[in-house]
């Protein structure tokens, strides 16, 4: 279950029951899950599928969703019934985690739901904290869903994260509570998109030259591990990616570039001499000013 996930990063190795369930926990709790492990073990007397069905009905929300997760890894006859029946329910956590579960039980019922959820609750001009108190929540759930709609490879989807890429750019101005949140998402946003081979998403955009490079950077890196590393399904694309100054893969990755969108050699290269430099221009960036004049700017450099 949630194989998209790089869970010897997030808890230990241990048998595969308990290894389920602790995936379980950690999506609906992430660093408190251990703890929170135990004491749904106090309330329930366990974590066996069949207790869980218990807490569908009774739980609190939290704990319905641990619930959805571990009968989505059962063996229970009505596990996918179950699980559909999660992204109906009124509480948006539910139906998320529902969502997730559906989608690694191989079900195409979840697929118009995960698109939608790649920009639900983000941040509006009226409206920057949607979910109150639960934002957070959504805003850690969210780095994971690019990586998690990757088995679904049609256009749909595909559409769905071209969409999510430029809603994102769009709207980080609102995304004040923790920057580094947002620009972490476009960067997996753009990395995906790259591993599908769609650059459209940069195409005739108007963006300063640090948001252009760093997504330029992120497409050609996941471009490259699916022509070159498809089983490496664990890399999401990330600001730290030390591939970007790896002066082996540089040539590729230039020429990926270049197919892709025609960019010169040295405008290519400047996506990673620049790599970590733009990152750090997207934080403190104004997102003011007239377009026309980011529009020349851009139009300036690749000219150049």
Known sequence: MFHWLNWQDTVGATKNEARLNEQAFWLVHMEEYASEMERFQQRWGGCQPESCLNVLQTGD????????????????????????????????????????????????????????????????????????????????????????????????????????????????????????????????????????????GVIGVTWSLAHLRRAVMLMALGCYDALCDPGQWDRTGSYDDDRAYNQALRPHLCQIIHTRLGWSEAAANDCFDHAYEDFLAREYEAQTGPTGQRKQIVTQWLAG
Not at 63 to 70: G, K, N, S, Y
Not at 99 to 104: A, F, P
Not at 165 to 176: A, L, P
């Open 61 to 200: 929300r939290l704990d319905r969703c641990v619930a959805l997760c571990i009968i989505a890894a059962s063996s229970l006859p009505e596990a996918r019934q179950i699980v559909a029946s999660g992204m109906r329910s009124s509480s948006p956590q539910e139906r998320w985690c529902s969502t997730l579960c559906l989608s690694e039980m191989g079900d195409e019922e979840a697929i118009p739901d995960l698109c939608s959820m790649l920009t639900e609750f983000l941040p509006q001009p009226c409206n920057p904290w949607p979910q109150k108190e639960l934002q957070w929540w959504f805003e850690d759930r969210r780095l994971l869903l690019p990586r998690a709609v990757r088995r679904w490879q049609c256009s749909n989807v595909t559409q769905a994260l071209f969409a999510a890429f430029q809603r994102q750019v769009n709207v980080e101005v609102n995304t004040f509570f923790n920057e580094n949140y947002c620009l972490f998402y476009e960067d997996y946003l753009a990395y995906e998109l790259g591993f599908r081979g769609d650059f459209s």
